[in-house]
């Protein structure tokens, strides 16, 4: 991949209310042009945080956004290049005055109730409850009240693994998205894999020449579970596997699996990109973090092919 260009997935969600449709478009419109500019919605989500829209388009019947994040007061570290001491102390810079450093993205296209996301430090939850209190701050009092932000899934595959059964289910898991801390792991993928992060981890730390974050980053784990005997094996393990493919699929964007393939009792492998309406793309570097241009063009492309494949409405 060239230097200028990074890899990103973008999701396919829909946003819902009371398990109902929720046109997120129409109301994020109305809220833009009561807070027309980027001061105006800025809003703080606790812990420091401030995420505000920094870019905004209406093209094509679609609403493009780019929020960002930031931690006013937030310092950067800092090095030594070439130090010829032993050990080299960080530093701390402040940005420029008038300026803040930079700490997250994130990027939505909306069509209605469809909405397309795609993650660069701003989580899809965190985006949601963004919004939710922007329209709170632009006096949209009815459509404040929350909504949320569903996967959406390939329902033929969805069936496939119904009708024939899970023989086997692969997961591929950044190793470094293991090793988040207890606190952090809510589902039972998390809890059940973070203990593996624990152990990589320790073993990492015993090499000093290994920066632990870094080796993390850097590793993927692949664990696969399978039944013994395929369909000979018990009901209760066939109901087990079942339940735990069912259970991966539930599982929303922010689950330390990044990718998993499923294979039915017929040998039929299912990926996790054809049962989740998500796609892979290169969109172009900026600084530190990505190009908004780049990941909307990327965006608008995916949900012209998401169209094309009557997948809307699945």
């Not at 013994?228 to 079942?242: K, L, M, V």
């Not at 900026?286 to 492309?301: I, P, Q, R």
């Amino acid at each position: 991949m060239p230097a200028d260009q990074t890899a990103k997935t973008v999701y396919y969600l829909r946003a819902r209310r009371d398990d109902q449709p929720f046109d997120l478009q129409s109301i994020a419109k109305r809220a833009r042009r009561k807070k027309n500019n980027c001061a105006a919605t800025e809003i703080e989500l606790g812990g420091g945080d401030v995420v505000r829209i920094q870019h905004f388009s209406n093209s094509n019947g679609r609403t493009l956004l780019h929020l960002t994040r930031y931690v006013p007061g937030v310092q950067a570290s800092t090095l030594q290049p070439k130090a010829t001491t032993a050990e080299d102390d960080e530093g701390a810079q402040p940005p420029p005055r008038g300026k803040e450093f930079k700490d997250g993205d994130c990027f939505l296209l909306l069509k209605e109730h469809h909405v397309l996301y795609c993650g660069h430090g701003i989580s899809k939850s965190k985006a949601s409850l963004y919004l939710s209190q922007l329209f709170r701050e632009a006096e949209l009092h009815d459509e404040s009240s929350g909504f949320d932000l569903v996967p959406a899934s390939n329902l033929d595959k969805l069936q496939l693994i119904q009708d024939h059964g899970v023989k086997s289910i692969q997961l591929a898991v950044g190793a470094f998205d293991l090793s988040l801390p207890k606190a952090r792991r809510t589902s039972w993928i998390a809890k059940s894999l973070g203990t593996l992060g624990d152990e990589l981890g320790a073993l990492i730390s015993k090499d000093q020449s290994l920066t632990k974050q870094k080796a993390l980053e850097d590793l993927i784990v692949n664990v696969e579970i399978k039944l013994d005997g395929n369909t000979r094996a018990i009901q209760s393990s066939q109901d087990f596997i079942e339940d735990l493919a069912e259970t991966v699929l539930d599982d929303d964007t922010e689950t330390p699996v990044s990718e998993f393939t499923i294979v039915t009792q017929k040998n039929e492998r299912i990926t996790s990109g054809e049962i989740r309406l998500q796609t892979g793309v290169k969109v172009a570097t900026k600084d530190n973090s990505v190009s908004h241009t780049s990941v909307w063009d990327e965006m608008g492309t995916y949900f012209d092919q998401i169209t094309q494949g009557n997948l809307l409405e699945q």
